[in-house]
């Protein structure tokens, strides 16, 4: 996949093709049942439906149009790793994994697809809303908890995954579910994340200050620093895991076109995704955040729509070559013997440093 020093050549035939190109978000709808329970309807705000088992507001709705993003998002991290042996992960856990934990699960089709890779392990998926499913694997358990909260799994994991969490937490919650992670894994087990960074860039120079898209990112990243919930996860995240004692840790770096402009056939098809993804994902991204913490004060819900209305328009445009960035980053629990050895080193190195009585 294109990394971030290598530009994305733009296909020379896209423009005689462009006018047809606008996938309907309604295409990708699939055939969801709520869960009728107070936390399945949780609170409504300017016509979408967010959580509603904490006190504290999360920015992201968890609705039908929501899980629907959610899904073509699957679909988008599917293909932009559809070259390598297992395109759900990168950590090597091996062939025979016991217990695999998904925070964040969503709409749950990771964990589905992952418990129908190793029948014989058990996938859990933890979200703060229920998943819209009606049918998963017998392995596949789905809870709606709180990860913040101490963690009560009897069982050590082999792996714990999390993806597209950007602004899910403070800064001090993100220290503590990576401590929880730590402690909750099995010697040697495995934590991978796979984050969006929010803003948005092209090679080419055909995305411009005067449009919308350049300060997207920049404009929302500032709204959610106001709400204390960082969207830098993309940038945080190696650090923080590796504060919470991971090593072996490996990071990858994507770029996403925003549209079919690629001239690589697999970008394009991520493109064409990416596009989908943007179009039903965009008020849920942009509706909390600018209504409490907009700028220069909160925004209206009219002048959210306005604004998201420039936005799809750009999308559209052909001769805006834009891309969205990524980072993958997967790290290990080290095993008994080098924790012991680091404790020991640790220990010897604090001993060096303290002052002769």
Known sequence: ????NEKIAVDP??????????????????????????????????GRRYQAIKEDDYWGPSDEQQFEAFEIGHMLFLVIDHNEENPLFRSPIGNSPKNILDIGTGQGSWAIDVADL????????????????????????????DVLREW????????????MMYGA???????????????????GGWIEQMELDVRVYSDDGTLKKEHQLYGWGDMFIRCSERAGRSLRTHETMRGAIEKAGFIDVHEEKYKIPLGPWAKDKLLKEAGHLQFAHWNTAL???AMWLLTHFGEPEPWTKEEVQVFLSKVRAELKD??????????????????????????????????KIEPSP
């Open 13 to 46: 035939d896209f423009y005689s093709m462009a006018a047809g190109w606008g996938t309907d978000p309604q295409d990708f709808q699939s055939e969801t049942t709520s869960i009728a329970s107070t936390i399945a309807r949780g609170r409504l705000e300017n």
């Open 318 to 351: 052909p001769h805006i070559h834009a891309y969205e960035p990524a980072n993958r980053v997967w790290a290990r629990k080290p095993t008994k013997e080098e924790e012991k050895a680091r404790n020991a080193k640790e220990a010897a190195a604090r001993v």
């Open 169 to 187: 937490f403070p800064p001090e919650g993100w220290d503590k579910v990576y401590k929880q992670a730590y402690d909750a894994l099995e010697p």
């Open 1 to 4: 996949m294109t990394d971030d």
């Open 283 to 285: 008020e849920g991204w």
């Open 152 to 163: 009560t799994w009897r069982e050590p994991f082999d792996f714990i995954h999390l993806r």
């Open 118 to 145: 190793y029948p014989s392990a058990t996938i859990r998926g933890v979200d703060i809303f229920p998943p819209p499913v009606t049918w998963m694997p017998p392995n596949c358990v789905f809870e709606v908890d």
